[in-house]
């Protein structure tokens, strides 16, 4: 029986070590900015969304009594609180002011959308909460009001 060696070819050699530079490249990203991209991103849907529904009122009123239907909320009460957590929950996470809070908030928001008015959208709503979800799991990161908080709590 014949033992048959598999040596790398100069091309696979040549792609791993692209691949282990990129790697490396990739690992050094400061942490913050990842998630400053993503409280940015995440803040940016639920904004112009709020935006959104500011610009013609009565005709947001229509799509919470026709067709987002939530249950035991009133349509003109559900509109208020969607517009008020999207807007308020956009501007804290832009800003990283309560970072956590508001991604809890619109964790809240995504849900109500996923389960109450539109369940075929998973995949989109999959992406807004893997965001929300490292922004509440890591926090806002150091370019936030958060951060700045914390070291002048911490007397520096």
């Known amino acids: 029986m014949t033992t048959m060696r598999i040596t790398p070819t100069s091309a696979s050699r040549t792609i791993y070590r692209l691949h282990d530079t990129v790697v ?44 987002y239907r939530l249950p035991l909320l009133e349509p003109g009460l559900a509109a208020t609180m969607a517009t008020a957590a999207e807007l308020s929950g956009a501007a804290m ?23 109450f008015v539109y369940p075929d959208h998973w995949a989109e709503h999959l992406m807004w909460t893997s965001l929300l979800l490292l922004i509440l799991s890591r926090g806002a990161g150091v370019f936030s009001i958060d951060h700045l908080a914390r070291r002048i709590r911490a007397g520096g």
């Open 24 to 67: 490396e490249r990739a690992t050094a990203l400061p942490f913050s900015i990842v998630q400053l991209a993503a409280r940015i991103a995440v803040a940016e849907v639920f904004w112009q969304s709020a935006q959104t529904k500011l610009a013609s009122w009565p005709v947001t009123l229509q799509l919470f009594a026709f067709e």
């Open 93 to 115: 996470l832009a800003l990283g002011l309560l970072a956590r809070l508001a991604s809890l908030m619109l964790l809240g928001v995504v849900a109500t959308i996923q389960i």
